[in-house]
């Protein structure tokens, strides 16, 4: 039992990491009705550009993590143009190639910046864990989740308290209607883009830090987690972002404990399908499907 | 020349590969488990002829009847999601399909040796062609003669009434229920011949390269297949053929001499093409004028 539980804390310790990328798909996907597949790659690139920083001039910790936001940043905004700005609306297939292909050249732009295998990424605290009766918490990973917790507190204040995250909804909701209402799309679009970055980046850095190295793969595992995530909790829901991190950290960490290790990603892919055949918009996503029935036929 | 010869194979399996997608998208179904179907086929195929030392054609058609088998399992829960959601859940699908051979590992003993899928280590020495002497002459012919059935069985089908129905159910699901089309039928069909196709390329495959391992079919691999059919356009299987030359041939065989720059050209290459022509390279006005350039009447059969 105590092991049972012991599990559960753990992912959801390290859920958090995955609801803080789910956030940023769901951002996107909330406003666009697209899926961005080169987020994983962006975040990598920019997280690339920190420890390219901390490799040849050794700087501070905190300049690593404005560098990799800031790049995520750069990189968010390039894609968006390239992949999603330039493609015609009626083309959502055209640009989620698009930004699948443009992942390969992220990577590559990251292997020529750092041509080694793996990186020591610096931590922001040398790893220890402290113990609560007879469970055992992580120091990072509890850092961990009150990152994500101020950050979906930030994000749910920017989304409903201020003009920015009105209008950001208001496309969401009719985007038609939005236009009508002089909400400009394409620069709506570009701010929710900026978002996502941001989001990414943070998680990025935050998972970084906490694993303290860096491989090219890191692009790949950061978009699929955060795609499981997004699909398990609802697309282009907030609350199920969060919902889906969780919840697949959890079943991760219990697929690890009881099955062994390989069959960890095997039971998250397995998760997801079957969420996906038995509930298509996720936990808390079935709104947004009903409503959004076109989105989801022909792309 | 075996340069050549190889990027002829390459071309024929990668077409085999664009092929099962364009199926699956005739019917509006998007795929990106076609890796996993490529993988069975591949590993399937292997096995028969390393382990149980088949000869290459039924092993072939066992392995390519077996990812059949199991894109006609998957065909029925797909029928519940479509679009986006749809590709997701043919990711999940691949990469479990990946994640699967990743941990398998089945070996036995052969002339002193082990042979068979090693796990981690990949699925080494499928040498059924070199064993038994085939010239990569042979090996081209062979690999051709199943690129060419295909495309053959794929443009009869498409003249049939069969073609009509595929379509119909990819323009207007609705409209074709109406007529009475069943949905089920035809896109289980669609899923179950893609399969089929794509357990063909993945057998050849494996033979041709004698090596595969987990990472040969990950998402990238997924994404080229379905990028072939969304560049060549859905007029026709020459648009597939079109765009596999056009991205083997010309795009990753081509920027060679730009070394290690070239992904970074390529994936922007892609990109461009994507937004210049987003209904295809070989799209119903690039057919019309070919067909006027080659004498015969443009613009009769306008189908698409």
Known sequence: ?299 | MSYYLGLAQLIGIHTLLGLSAYVLMLTGQLSLGQAGFFAIGAYCAGILTVIFELHIVPALLIAALLAAFFAFLVGFPALRVKGLMLVVATIAFGEFVRLFFFNLSWRVPRDGIHVGPDSTNGFREIRYFVANGWSAWEITLFVWTFVLLVMAALWWTDRSRAGAVLRAVGEDELAAQSVGLSLTTVKVTAMTAGGFIAGVGGALYAHTATYVDHLTFTVLLATFAISYPILGGLSSVFGTLVAVIFIQGVLVEGLRFMGDWRSIVFGLLIVVAMNLKPSGLFDARTARLLRRAVGLRGGEKSRA
């Open chain 1, 1 to 299: 039992m105590i092991d049972f539980i012991q599990n559960t804390v753990d992912g959801v310790m390290f859920g958090s990491s995955y609801a803080l990328l789910a956030i940023g798909f769901t951002i996107v996907f909330g406003v666009m009705r697209r899926l961005n597949l080169a987020f994983g790659a962006s975040i990598m690139l920019g997280a690339y550009m920190g420890t390219w920083l901390h490799v040849h001039y050794q700087v501070h910790v905190l300049v690593v993590a404005v560098t990799t936001v800031a790049c995520t940043v750069l990189v968010g905004i390039y894609v968006e143009r390239l992949c999603f700005h330039a493609v015609r609306r009626d083309a959502a297939l055209a640009s989620m190639v698009s930004s699948f292909v443009i992942w390969m050249q992220l990577e590559e732009a990251a292997i020529h910046l750092l041509p080694e295998r793996t990186y020591a990424f610096p931590g922001l605290f040398a790893a220890g864990s402290y113990e609560a009766g007879p469970f055992l918490f992580r120091t990072e990973q509890t850092a961990m989740l009150l990152l994500a917790a101020v950050m979906v507190g930030a994000l749910h204040l920017l989304l409903h308290r201020t003009r920015f995250g009105l209008a950001l909804r208001a496309t969401s909701e009719n985007p038609l209607a939005a236009a009508y209402m002089g909400i400009h799309r394409t620069w709506t679009v570009l701010c929710a883009f900026v978002l996502m970055s941001l989001a990414g980046g943070v998680a990025g850095f935050a998972i970084l830090a906490t694993d303290q190295q860096i491989t090219p793969f890191f692009g790949l595992w950061a978009t699929f987690k955060g795609l499981i995530a997004m699909m398990l909790g609802g697309m282009g829901s907030l609350p199920g972002a969060i919902l889906g991190g969780l919840l697949l950290g959890v079943v991760e960490a219990h697929a690890l404990w009881y099955l062994g290790a390989e069959y960890r990603d095997l039971s998250a892919f397995l998760l997801l399908f079957a969420m996906l055949v038995s509930r298509p918009g996720g936990l808390l996503g079935q709104r947004i499907l009903s409503r959004e029935e076109l989105a989801f036929r022909r792309v």
